[in-house]
């Protein structure tokens, strides 16, 4: 039966794996909320290997500001979409302490006026809908490792704050109005198409530019939080999957494991045969104001009601990461080459926005 799905965020990371698994199962007409839908489109084509001319007819992009509450209403009435996905957000943490207003906007008002709208479409036709949330919501306390579901909320940023509102709102909705929602509780998840001001696409990025000699050293800020990373393209199987599913929930998905930045960097460096103590240096230019020093998942419900697992693990997830930054510092070196220009050489941090790390 054909189904059809709306998507805040398409552009993005998960965006474009989400799209690339729905278009995949044959069944989906996609559509897209974007700010900018020439720029979605390129995105799109360049990351995702099942958007072809054949599935380019079952993909559809609006451009629409979520903060519009208006037309965001009118358009999700014009789409009718059985399943809702908000993925919108202003996603980097650390960028949230620089503009905590446009984050707050985006996420909690954006999800308010998408959740409006599918409440007041679900008088005339089921929908379901998605709400993305965030371990950052979490904080971070050791005293709640691992979290789960029923672990309290101790947001430690304005993004974490934003999610927290959005959170709650979607779970408002779900029992003031009988709105089918379902919160994925994301733990971190990443991807050679997450974006460079990232600190896990810094890393890679900068092992395979040291590698191919077009950069000199990385900076960043504490090596020693911990992290729960998992793989981006197994986290948007989950959102699928609570869409499924006979009852509304809430979800955490994780791998269950930690590691550190440290770790992380190490296990990059190794998989291009360096030793990164001779390249990374640390810069209190990207501490955070408020870090999470921890986080852990419990994905126990996850694994239980919807027979959802990781098909990732930790390095496997490093790895495939840097195998595409190496490809693309080759690019980049060969366009060095091309040029006789040497301004592709870089010294990690300066072009990176600040607390990336």
Known sequence: MQRRALITGIAGQDGSYLTELLLGKGNYEVHGIVRCEQAARQILRASCGPINEDNLERLFIHDCDLLNQLATTELVRKIA???????AAQSHVGASFD???????????????????????????????????????FG????????????????????????????????????????????GILFNHESPRRRETFVTRKITLAAARIREGL?????????????????????????????????PDDYVVATGETHSVRQFVEAAFDHVGLNYRKFVETDARYLRPCDVELSRGDASKAHARLAWR????????????????????????????????????????????RRSA
């Open 215 to 247: 950069q000199d050293k990385l900076r960043l800020g504490n090596l020693d939080a911990m992290r729960d990373w998992g793989y981006a393209h197994d986290y948007v199987q989950a959102m699928w999957l609570m869409l499924q599913h006979d009852e």
């Open 99 to 137: 503009d905590p207003r446009a984050t707050v906007d985006v996420i909690a008002l954006g999800a308010l006026h998408l959740l409006d709208a599918a409440r007041q479409l679900n008088r005339f036709k089921d929908v379901r809908y998605y709400q993305a949330s965030s371990c950052e919501q």
């Open 81 to 87: 979409p059985d399943e809702i996905y908000n993925l």
């Open 140 to 183: 971070g306390d050791p005293n709640t490792v691992p979290q789960s579901e029923t672990t309290s909320f101790h947001p430690r940023s304005p993004y974490a704050c934003a999610k927290a509102y959005a959170h709650y709102q979607a779970v408002n909705y779900r029992e003031a109005h009988g709105l089918f929602v379902c919160c």
């Open 310 to 353: 990781p098909a990732t693990d930790f390095h496997g997830l490093v790895e495939l990461m840097v195998d595409a930054d190496v490809r693309k510092a080759r690019w980049e070196q060969s366009q060095t080459l091309v040029t006789g220009a040497d301004s592709n050489r870089l010294e990690s941090g300066e072009n990176s926005q």
